[in-house]
């Protein structure tokens, strides 16, 4: 009884839906597909440079990627998980100790300078273009952060972090958060493309240019802040082993919008191995042997990864 009462629920929809099948809806997807190559725009060589730039970053293409004829076009990044970001961010790697602060380098050094002032410190020497002020109480620091728009805050003494020095540092920022100007020296210290996904060879990977350390604990920091929900959970990670243990699901992959129709699938088991190669590291999925998976579901999931660090 109760599965013929579930088909005299589904012909009514069934019917009402397929009134629904005559109209037409825009499909970007073919911009991606059928865009063709142009030849870059040429200017003058006496153009003034400074009036003539990007409106946006346009990072290099530094992969072997074609696209196939079933190419899927990219997913928009996710806003939530920015606008739940704190200001300032502790991080704690190997006796390391810094900020993370969600701010350009240019608009950090401005305060840096202002603190250094009020706290009375003695200064030594003052680089603006390397972020860097030396102090009777340390070295304080500012350089870019992984994530657009964010910088990396140091306060260190004989090379250990001044602690107190870091702790007061992070609550004068975080006081000073909505205020501030940007500074023109500092300008150089900002650049936006420490993250790249990459496919080569036919395999995607993920491109961070930091150090294994750093890398390593904002990779922790964020997979355990946003890996915690229906569709991607962070299970395991074993920083010996440079290895994280997640169960995905990819976001288009949901069961019928029917509730008896059945549900979502199971998240499946992935391993991120995380590579270093010099001062920078590299992200792979594998399933748990280390074998190979689906490339959709290796772009799919490092780019969940990835838009929690841009």
């Not at 200017?43 to 400074?50: D, V």
Request: proline share 6%; charged share 25%; aromatic share 8%.
């Amino acid at each position: 009884m109760r599965s013929q009462y579930r088909w005299v629920m589904t012909v009514p929809l069934m019917a009402l839906l397929a009134g629904c099948g005559g109209g037409y809806y825009y499909d970007r997807n073919a911009e991606y597909k059928d865009a063709e190559m142009a030849a870059p725009l040429e200017l003058p060589a006496q153009r003034n440079q400074r009036a003539y730039q990007n409106a946006m970053p346009v990072p290099d293409a530094s992969n072997d990627f074609m696209p196939s004829d079933d190419f899927e076009a990219p997913r928009p990044q996710s806003m939530s998980s920015q606008q739940s970001r704190q200001f300032v961010e502790d991080r704690q790697s190997q006796g390391q100790h810094w900020l993370v602060v969600n701010a350009a380098p240019g608009s950090i050094w401005p305060r840096l300078q202002s603190f250094v002032t009020q706290r009375g410190y003695q200064v030594t020497s003052v680089d603006g273009n390397a972020g860097r002020i030396v102090t009777d109480a340390g070295t304080l620091s500012v350089r870019q952060g992984l994530r657009n728009n964010s910088s990396e805050v140091y306060c260190q003494q004989q090379d250990a972090p001044n602690e107190r020095c870091l702790t007061a540092l992070a609550r004068f920022l975080d006081q000073k958060a909505p205020e501030g100007g940007v500074s023109m020296v500092a300008q150089n210290l900002s650049r936006n493309d420490r993250v790249r996904l990459e496919n080569s060879g036919g395999r995607w990977q993920l491109a961070v240019a930091l150090d294994f350390p750093r890398a390593w604990s904002e990779f922790s920091y964020q997979l355990n802040n946003n890996f915690a929900n229906d569709d991607r959970r962070l299970v395991d990670e074993d920083r010996s082993q440079r290895v994280f243990m997640v169960r995905y699901r990819r976001a288009d992959e949901g069961g019928s919008w029917i509730p008896f129709m059945g549900g979502k699938p199971d998240l499946r088991p992935y391993r991120l191995a995380v590579e270093p190669e010099g001062d920078s590291v590299r992200m792979r999925v594998t399933d748990p042997q280390g074998e190979t998976v689906d490339p959709k579901i290796a772009r799919s999931l490092l780019d969940a990864v990835a838009s929690t660090l841009r």
